[in-house]
């Protein structure tokens, strides 16, 4: 189980202040499930050297399989996860060789080559730190280990960061997790309260282990109550997801009408 357990972190004062929606968390989580991980926590933290460290030691306390770090990693002075995370581990913050190469070969094609203190400080890494190459941009990301927990480093530019997940971590996790198949579906049901339909709901969660299902209310629509129910399974195979699937929904749909509502799949 451990394997498939990730920690998300974020990193950046922008973020708790409001001014910027944490949507990488989102993104990531949503590729996370998708491979047949279970994220365990996400944490939103400031951009100082003390808060990142610590929230890495948290995570790492609780024995996660994956730590996924996100922002922090560019030219400016308030740029400070990979100090945070060299603090967390207890290591020295080193030039990173290979980084340099990467930078040199991104500002190479751009028409100010130089690699400047602010660029340096983008290959100034923990000393055990292995550089992933962007893809799209110029911070290299980062890996690291600590016992069996794998640790990533990404940039917070959204474009930045899908592109390095894609091409560097979504690859390990699907290996080292496994084979699983996820599917999913959601219900939309009408004129029935959700504290009305909550002892069906229990007798249909019993009945089906194997899938996860959840209901969501959706306030009123013209005076009639809407309620979303969502519906997840994993499975080896995507065949065998797909009936323990179609069998809570057989079942739920029939729970709904037995409790004189409508509904319908969306």
């Known amino acids: 189980m451990r394997k498939r357990l990730v920690e998300i972190i974020s990193v950046?004062?922008?973020?708790?202040?409001?001014?910027?929606?944490?949507?990488?968390?989102?993104?990531?989580?949503?590729?996370?499930?998708?491979?047949?991980?279970?994220?365990?926590?996400?944490?939103?933290?400031?951009?100082?050297?003390?808060?990142?460290?610590?929230?890495?030691?948290?995570?790492?306390?609780?024995?996660?399989g994956w730590i996924i770090i996100s922002g922090g990693l560019g030219p400016t002075y308030d740029d400070k996860?990979?100090?945070?995370?060299?603090?967390?581990?207890?290591?020295?913050?080193?030039?990173?060789?290979?980084?340099?190469?990467?930078?040199?070969?991104?500002?190479?094609?751009?028409?100010?080559?130089?690699?400047?203190?602010p660029r340096i400080k983008m290959a100034t890494m923990p000393a055990k730190a292995t550089p992933l190459e962007n893809p799209v941009g110029h911070a290299p990301a980062v890996m690291m280990k600590r016992g069996s927990c794998t640790i990533f480093s990404l940039p917070g530019v959204p474009t930045?960061?899908?592109?390095?997940?894609?091409?560097?971590?979504?690859?390990?996790?699907k290996r080292k997790i496994g084979k699983l198949v996820r599917i999913e579906t959601s219900l939309e049901t009408t004129n029935v309260m959700e504290s009305v339909i909550a002892p069906y709901l229990d007798r249909v969660i019993a009945s089906n282990p194997k899938v996860y299902i959840k209901s969501h209310p959706r306030g009123y629509s013209k005076g009639v109550s809407v309620l979303h129910i969502?519906?997840?399974?994993?499975?080896?195979?995507?065949?065998?997801?797909?009936?323990?699937?179609?069998?809570?929904?057989?079942?739920?749909?029939?729970?709904?009408?037995?409790?004189?509502?409508?509904?319908?799949?969306i």
């Open 12 to 64: 950046g004062n922008e973020l708790l202040t409001g001014h910027t929606l944490n949507t990488n968390a989102h993104w990531i989580a949503k590729q996370v499930t998708d491979a047949g991980g279970i994220v365990k926590k996400v944490t939103i933290v400031r951009d100082e050297i003390n808060e990142i460290a610590s929230s890495i030691r948290e995570s790492l306390n609780r024995k996660s």
């Open 81 to 117: 996860t990979l100090r945070g995370l060299a603090e967390a581990l207890g290591q020295k913050l080193v030039l990173n060789e290979e980084a340099v190469g990467m930078l040199e070969r991104k500002y190479r094609k751009t028409s100010n080559p130089m690699l400047t203190a």
């Open 160 to 173: 930045e960061m899908m592109a390095v997940f894609a091409k560097h971590i979504l690859p390990v996790l």
């Open 230 to 265: 969502n519906l997840a399974c994993e499975a080896s195979s995507r065949k065998l997801a797909s009936n323990y699937l179609r069998k809570a929904v057989r079942e739920m749909k029939q729970s709904v009408t037995d409790a004189g509502g409508k509904v319908k799949e």
